[in-house]
Structures are given as C-alpha cells and as structure tokens.
C-alpha cells in the first residue's frame, strides 16, 4: 500500500495522506516527478515499460518518473523514483526542478539532469522497466506519431530537450 501526501490548489500539504488508487476528493492534489537525463550528445536516456505494467505498458518514456510518497519533497521523490526504476544514485539536495506541470489531480515536477550513464551499469526495475536506450529527439518524435512512445505533446518534448543547457523562458542575448 503506498500513501500519498495530499496538497491543496496552491501545493501546500494539507497534513493528511491517501492511499495510492483512492479517488481524491476535488480540492486535494498530489504530487508527481520526472527526471530527464541527457548525455553530453544531447540524446535523452529513455526507458521501456514492462508489459505487464498497468498503463502505457511496453511503451517508451522519458527517463523515469513517479509520485513522491508521503513524506517524500521533490527532490527526495526524484532521488528515489531514479533510483529503483534504474538503479542510478543522484544527489537532488541542491537541485531544483527546471519546471512544473499542473495536471488535473497535481503537481509534475520536471527534472533535466546531464550527465552520460554508461547504459550497462544500470540496474532496471523488473516490476517497471524492461528497456533503455539514448535517443535524439527526432527519434522520440518519431516514435509518439508511431505509437511506441507516451504521448506527451511533442511541444513539451521540444522543450525538455530545449531547457537542457538552460533554464527560464527567454535566453540572454550577446552583449
């Protein structure tokens, strides 16, 4: 069973939890993470689904995600979510996320990390993942209108591979 802290409409915990899979009640939200992680080639580590998992099964997505359990802040979500789906150990004590994605039930905190993993020393989460692989973002375009990725909008995939060297809305012009 995993409990979940619930959040009000401006993403304050609300001091109580609810049981993951529970209908939340219609002011209360819940907080979710992903992390993106690119090589120094600018290509996305993605990853498979099993498909035995519930929802998006055998389809590819970004490099993990998840909700933070109840006690979990962002960054511990983060740590943790990149950690058992792919056995990789990133500190996120000083790292914010680069965005947030209100959703109907929450909040989606969106991670960018560079760093080049060496694929083989990844250890997958059997319940979760069967698959890694760099990817371009041509090839993960590519692969929503194919149907073998999540079908995010491609706009936000232009713009994670975007914000990968910078963060904000504007860049800085020479002076």
Request: a negative charge; hydrophobic letters at 35%.
């Amino acid at each position: 069973m995993e409990l979940w802290d619930v959040y009000d409409m401006y993403r304050n915990k609300t001091n109580r939890t609810t049981i993951r899979g529970t209908e939340l009640q219609s002011a209360d939200y819940h907080l979710v993470v992903h992390v993106c992680i690119f090589n120094s080639n600018g290509e996305m580590l993605i990853q498979q689904r099993q498909p035995f998992k519930e929802g998006w099964s055998n389809m590819w997505d970004i490099t993990v995600g998840g909700s933070a359990v109840a006690g979990d802040s962002s960054q511990t979500a983060a740590q943790r979510e990149l950690y058992e789906e792919i056995g990789l150990k990133l500190d996120f004590e000083n790292i914010r996320p680069h965005l947030t994605m209100h959703f109907d039930r929450g909040f989606d905190d969106i991670y960018i990390i560079e760093k080049d993993v060496d694929l083989h020393t990844l250890s997958l989460q059997y319940e979760e993942v069967q698959a890694v692989k760099w990817a371009s973002k041509e090839d993960i375009l590519s692969m929503i209108r194919s149907g073998e990725f999540i079908t995010y909008h491609e706009s936000l995939i232009e713009l994670l591979f975007d914000l990968r060297k910078k963060r904000g809305s504007t860049k800085r012009l020479a002076k």
